[in-house]
Antibody
Framework: QVTLKESGPALVKPTQTLTLTCTFSGFSLTTVGTRLSWIRQPPGKALEWLARIDWDDDKFYSTSLKTRLTMSKDTSKNQVVLTMTNMDPVDTATYYC????????????WGQGILVIVSS | QSALIQPRSVSGSPGQSVTISCIGTSSDVGGYNYVSWYQQHPGKAPKFMIYDVNKRPSGVPDRFSGSKSGNTASLIISGLQAEDEADYYCFSYAGSYTYVFGTGTTVTVL
């Protein structure tokens, strides 16, 4: 059974760095072809793809946010970490992690999401 | 990367069919057969409904189907049911290892 759960702060101040952790079970990020993505959704708005990390540690980022995003993985803990620098109130959103389908092009299993509010 | 364009809302009576369009460009929807669709109920995480344009994951009712023509992908819900009332998002590979979502469509069951 595949599960994913996001964790991190519910509130960050403007200009701070956000660090989110995705803890998963039911699969390993050392398995060839396994990929994880982060997605966010501002309240009442659409989903936005942020980043992807692969089993071989390749990482890919949204063109518009790549200067602010960093992904890493800790395979021993079954965790993936996303950091986003220089947070702004417009970054207020629910942040999701998702395991991608084996074909590599879609988001098969999702975490429950974590709401992060950016406010002073 | 611009969001894929979806109608803000569609509606139908129980038993009817509705179609949600997802308009992209030749750099995303039109360039790859990697469109997927997600259903999202209020306060919930999105659910995987269609992948690779027209493939259905295990457990998704066959009332849901997908297609693509040129730069436009479509999700068709046949035999609309009350539980289908939700937001729906398309998602496409956009080249250079990036992806793009649609603007989202609210389906209302009358």
């Amino acid at each position: 059974q595949v599960t994913l759960k996001e964790s991190g702060p519910a509130l960050v101040k403007p200009t701070q760095t956000l660090t989110l952790t995705c803890t998963f079970s039911g699969f390993s990020l050392t398995t060839v072809g396994t990929r994880l993505s982060w997605i966010r959704q501002p309240p009442g708005k659409a989903l936005e793809w942020l980043a992807r990390i692969d089993w071989d540690d390749d990482k890919f980022y949204s063109t518009s946010l790549k200067t602010r995003l960093t992904m890493s993985k800790d395979t021993s803990k079954n965790q993936v970490v996303l950091t986003m620098t220089n947070m702004d109130p417009v970054d207020t959103a629910t942040y999701y992690c998702a395991r991608m389908h084996s074909s590599g092009w879609s988001l098969e299993f999702w975490g429950q999401g974590i709401l992060v509010i950016v406010s002073s | 990367q611009s969001a894929l364009i979806q109608p803000r809302s569609v509606s139908g009576s129980p038993g009817q069919s509705v179609t949600i369009s997802c308009i992209g460009t030749s750099s995303d929807v039109g360039g790859y057969n990697y469109v997927s669709w997600y259903q999202q109920h209020p306060g919930k995480a999105p659910k995987f409904m269609i992948y690779d344009v027209n493939k259905r994951p295990s457990g998704v009712p066959d009332r849901f189907s997908g297609s693509k023509s040129g730069n436009t992908a479509s999700l068709i819900i046949s035999g609309l049911q009350a539980e289908d009332e939700a937001d729906y998002y398309c998602f496409s590979y956009a080249g250079s290892y990036t992806y793009v979502f649609g603007t989202g469509t609210t389906v209302t069951v009358l």
